[in-house]
């Protein structure tokens, strides 16, 4: 079930609110796995974790060197109609400067283990986060029909998405290689990491 976009904006109001408790909980994450990489090099060099703030959850992703860190927060939320309560799954990346990503329960339930089952969404999340918790969305000019607005390029597929509104960008689904038609193909091989160079065409938000 699409969330209206004025509650979708709420719920980017409410990441933007909380993301700095969450930034605070990954920095004293990373700051423990630092000092035990200081202490043992072999040790462990990163964190994926839940974290949950007042009524809010979070999936939240800490990766150390002995010098540097990076973290990454994620927003999720179940809902549904009141007959199928928590039969939907939403999440929200925030990235900066850019235009935050939305992700909804299509997108979970195609990217992995294809299912509509809650559980297997929400492992679907946390996996697709833990590899992709800053993911880079392209608009590349159009050569075929119903080419998606925007679009990504991941090691099994094409992550589609959608201006929504002003302030937001809607990843809504996720086709696998195998599933790809000859333009998305080539739409793949023209956005993969391996031939192109930086991002272009990202907007502020």
Sequence with gaps: MPVPLPILEAKLKEARA?????????RLRGGILQNGLRKNPAGPCGDDYTYRYKRSEWRCHVRVTATEMRTHALMWWRHGPKQ??????????LRGSEMPLHFDSHFFSRWGLRSDLMGVMLTNMMGFFKQCP???MRQSKPFYDKQPEFAAALAQGLVFGRRNGSRIISCDTFKNLEMLSAD???LWE???PRTTGP?????SG
């Design 134 to 136: 800053q993911l880079v």
């Design 18 to 26: 909380y993301y700095p408790y969450m930034e605070r909980s990954m």
């Design 199 to 203: 991002p272009a065409g990202e907007h």
């Design 190 to 192: 023209r956005l993969s």
């Design 84 to 93: 199928y309560p928590d039969t939907a799954l939403d999440a929200i990346v």
């Design 184 to 186: 998305e193909r080539l």
